[in-house]
């Protein structure tokens, strides 16, 4: 976050009251007379009078200065992205939007194009040692439409619609891609609702599905639940989704949050897992950080006993939105550009080299 005495500066015009407020709050309180009787008054009652009543004018402007910087520093600070600091996370306030979220985050790691494995995600080893760029290239395309969506300025969006299969409800969700289009996950369910508590200090609610999930052509099934827990200002909360691509191997993905002692602010993150024949074979975490008010998406992958990480943020070259990301994979440092054109996902690396994958399978998505 940007050094707040820095953005006071750079802000002062805006956030500061004004020579002119300044002028009528010294004048209702009869300032700019006490200031002319002060200059003359040689001591005596009259100018420990004065001297009062310029320090109580003098407390009002203070006042007056921190109601403006109470009401508009946060606007300030907020400045850049819708929701910076909580990015798409800070939409996710009940169980139907939850469960939009999971339908299109899973969706779209469903939808990388390429050969997969019994879980429908490609998976790699980071031992290709020899092949080094090659699994840079893999490994972020798999998260790239992830990625893709949730730095861009649209709101996963839901449309609810009649159910099918035999369940009882259906939403449409949409995820937008940087430069526009995106793709549609289609998710069929019937609702469980465990129950719900609520008295003076207490609020619990409990609510779960299980339907199917159709991403890119395939159909999945899933089971989900959002179950909150709030007391005396603590609160508590199991959210879940999960979309099985075979007899015992699923991709599950959780909201984990953490609030510090004595701190308001809550950071929220995504884990998305992935279970091969019932043991973890990936585990990676989703999460947002906001630097001088620009919006970050940080991912941490860990396979195998290795740790890879990549701080993706969009950007604007020549016009056109892209991606530049930076990190480390394998024990190699990596940056590149990630531009996307003709349905396609165009990275160029640092040393000028470059490589063009498939941007996702969507069988709605027409704007390729």
């Known amino acids: 976050m940007k050094d707040v005495k820095k953005l006071l500066t750079e802000q002062a015009n805006a956030v500061l009251p004004d020579k002119k407020v300044k002028q009528n709050i010294m004048r209702e309180l009869?300032?700019?007379?006490?200031?002319?009787s002060l200059a003359y008054a040689h001591g005596g009652e009259?100018?420990?009078?004065?001297?009062?009543?310029?320090?109580?004018?003098?407390?009002?402007?203070f006042a007056a200065a921190a109601l403006f910087l109470?009401?508009?520093?946060?606007v300030f600070l907020g400045r850049g992205k819708t929701g910076v600091g909580g990015g798409k996370f800070a939409d996710i306030t009940d169980a139907d939007s939850f469960y939009a979220y999971g339908a299109?985050?899973?969706?779209?790691?469903?939808?990388?194009?390429?050969?997969?494995?019994?879980s429908g995600v490609k998976l790699l080893s980071f031992a290709q040692k020899d092949a080094a760029q090659e699994t840079h290239i893999e490994t972020v395309n798999r998260y790239m439409a992830l990625v893709e969506g949730l730095?861009?300025?649209?709101?996963?969006?839901?449309?609810?619609?009649?159910?099918?299969?035999?369940?009882?409800?259906?939403?449409?969700?949409?995820?937008?891609?940087?430069?526009?289009?995106?793709a549609d996950y289609t998710l069929y369910y019937n609702k469980i609702f465990r129950g719900s508590e609520t008295d003076e200090d207490e609020t619990q609610e409990s609510y779960s599905i299980e339907g199917i999930l159709i991403a890119a052509g395939g159909q999945y099934s899933v089971e989900g639940n959002y179950e909150t827990e709030s007391e005396r200002g603590e609160a508590e909360s199991e959210l879940y989704f999960k979309a099985y691509t075979g007899e015992n191997s699923y991709i599950d993905v959780r909201q984990e949050s953490e609030t510090e002692t004595g701190d308001a602010e809550t950071e929220i993150e995504y884990v998305y897992t992935v279970y091969e024949n019932g043991s973890v074979a990936e585990r990676t975490t989703v999460e947002y950080e906001s630097e001088e008010g620009e919006l970050e998406l940080l991912l941490s992958i860990n396979r195998e006993g290795v740790r890879d990480t990549?701080?993706?943020?969009?950007e604007s070259e020549n016009g056109e939105r892209i991606l530049s990301a930076s990190g480390e994979i394998g024990g190699q440092k990596?940056?590149?550009?990630?531009?996307?054109?003709?349905?396609?996902?165009?990275?160029?690396?640092?040393?000028?080299?470059?490589e063009d994958h498939d941007r996702y399978e969507d069988d709605?998505?027409?704007?390729d």
């Not at 009259?46 to 109580?56: G, M, S, Y």
């Not at 969706?107 to 019994?118: D, I, K, N, Q, T």
């Not at 619609?161 to 995106?182: C, R």
């Open 30 to 36: 009869g300032m700019e007379q006490a200031e002319r």
């Open 46 to 61: 009259k100018a420990e009078k004065n001297k009062k009543t310029l320090l109580i004018a003098a407390a009002a402007v």
């Open 70 to 74: 109470a009401i508009f520093l946060p």
């Open 104 to 118: 299109a985050s899973v969706g779209a790691l469903l939808s990388v194009p390429g050969e997969s494995g019994a």
């Open 151 to 182: 730095l861009s300025e649209e709101s996963i969006s839901e449309t609810a619609i009649a159910g099918a299969d035999g369940y009882d409800f259906g939403m449409t969700v949409h995820l937008s891609g940087i430069s526009g289009g995106g």
């Open 310 to 314: 990549l701080l993706f943020k969009e």
């Open 334 to 354: 990596v940056r590149f550009r990630v531009y996307i054109r003709g349905g396609q996902y165009h990275y160029v690396f640092e040393d000028g080299s470059s």
């Open 364 to 367: 709605d998505d027409d704007d």
